[in-house]
């Protein structure tokens, strides 16, 4: 039972394009949503969250987008850079009893060409 | 402001013996977690810690794992008896409250032989 689904597993995008990276969730009970970059042999390392209240959250040149109604979210990186090569993983997160945990997509691998 | 910390880094261990994967949080964080990745998948919730206490244990295996996060030290998993099965990367986070970011560590990749 994936509660969070990231359905492209690889994306290719040209130095100073936009990257548009997808996540879906199946669970209403998310409270908010991160995004999270992990090089190889590396931990993930967290970009930008956003809460289930909010349908925007702007960093730098990052943005997510969150529609409830479609339970979908999106990170778009622009312009991208070849340092963004990386996987990117969706996460939500559900709190429930005092405890919380993070559900996680399988992760999609994002190459920027130079 | 050192990051999580996980030890070691890699490990290798026979099928039978003990694997111990250690974490220390985040300077100012006392909520731990571990997730485990196996290849090609997505990180696993495990274990939700606070100091001295399992507060969520639900996406541990019900047998051979434990964990534990003492008072004084790292957050310890404990895995007994390991099988070729266990062979994956383990990752620790840490924040400093609930519906706080959690910080990842750099994993401990466990490979059984």
């Known amino acids: 039972d994936q509660q969070v689904k990231q359905n492209s597993p690889s994306l290719s995008v040209q130095e100073g394009r936009i990257s548009i990276l997808n996540c879906d969730y199946t669970?209403?009970?998310?409270?908010?949503f991160l995004w999270y970059k992990k090089y190889p042999a590396e931990g993930p390392t967290f970009l930008i969250s956003?809460?289930?209240?909010?349908d925007k959250n702007e960093d730098g040149r990052f943005t997510v987008f969150l529609n409830k109604s479609a339970k979908h979210l999106s990170l778009h990186i622009v312009p991208s850079q070849p340092g963004d090569s990386a996987v990117y993983f969706c996460a939500a997160s559900v709190t429930q009893g005092g405890s919380e945990k993070l559900v996680f997509g399988k992760g999609m691998k994002l190459t920027v060409n130079p | 402001n050192a990051g999580v910390m996980q030890n070691p880094r890699h490990l290798v261990r026979r099928r039978g013996q003990e694997a111990r994967l250690r974490c220390s949080p985040m300077k100012g964080h006392s909520h731990v977690y571990w997730y485990r990745q196996l290849p090609e998948e997505g990180l696993k919730f495990m274990v939700y810690?606070?100091?001295?206490?399992?507060?969520?244990e639900s996406g541990m295996p019900k047998e051979r794992f434990s964990a534990e996060f003492p008072k004084e030290g790292p957050s310890i998993l404990r895995i007994q008896q390991v099988v070729r099965g266990d062979s994956a990367a383990y990752f620790c986070?840490?924040?400093?409250?609930?519906?706080?970011?959690?910080?990842f560590g750099p994993g401990t990749r466990l490979l059984v032989l």
């Open positions: 956003i809460s289930s209240i909010k």
């Open positions: 669970n209403s009970m998310f409270d908010y």
């Open positions: 810690l606070q100091k001295e206490n399992i507060i969520d």
């Open positions: 986070a840490s924040s400093p409250g609930l519906l706080e970011t959690q910080y």
